[in-house]
Nanobody, 120 residues
Framework: QLQLVESGGGLVQPGGSLRLSCAAS????????IGWFRQAPGKEREGVSC????????HYTDSVKGRFTISRDNAKNTVYLQMNSLKPEDTGVYYC?????????????WGQGTQVTVSS
């Protein structure tokens, strides 16, 4: 069974940091691009960042450039999203997905999401 499990979410004050993890089971992440997405209450899901499978090229949405960093550790079958200088508008449920292309055009599997709340 192909599965992605996110972890690392929580409550953090504005300006704080969190590191999200996306761990794969049942398949190897090496061959897939991985994307992070988020959905705030009452808003549509948006792409945050992605990292390609082969050359590890990365892509970020404008609102997180310079603050978020995506990385992958294929030995651990895990992708990370380091989030610094967090803002209240970063609040939402964060999901990771495996697929093809960066930005991802074809999705293979999604995680269940982890809640990130930025609030004082």
């Amino acid at each position: 069974q192909l599965q992605l499990v996110e972890s690392g979410g929580g409550l953090v004050q504005p300006g704080g940091s969190l590191r999200l993890s996306c761990a794969a089971s049942g398949f190897t992440l090496d061959y897939y691009a991985i994307g992070w997405f988020r959905q705030a209450p009452g808003k549509e899901r948006e792409g945050v960042s992605c990292i390609s499978s082969t050359d590890h090229n990365t892509h970020y949405t404008d609102s997180v450039k310079g603050r978020f960093t995506i990385s992958r550790d294929n030995a651990k079958n895990t992708v990370y999203l380091q989030m610094n200088s967090l803002k209240p508008e970063d609040t939402g449920v964060y999901y990771c997905a495996a697929g093809y292309g960066c930005p991802i055009r074809t999705y293979v599997v999604w995680g269940q999401g982890t809640q990130v709340t930025v609030s004082s």
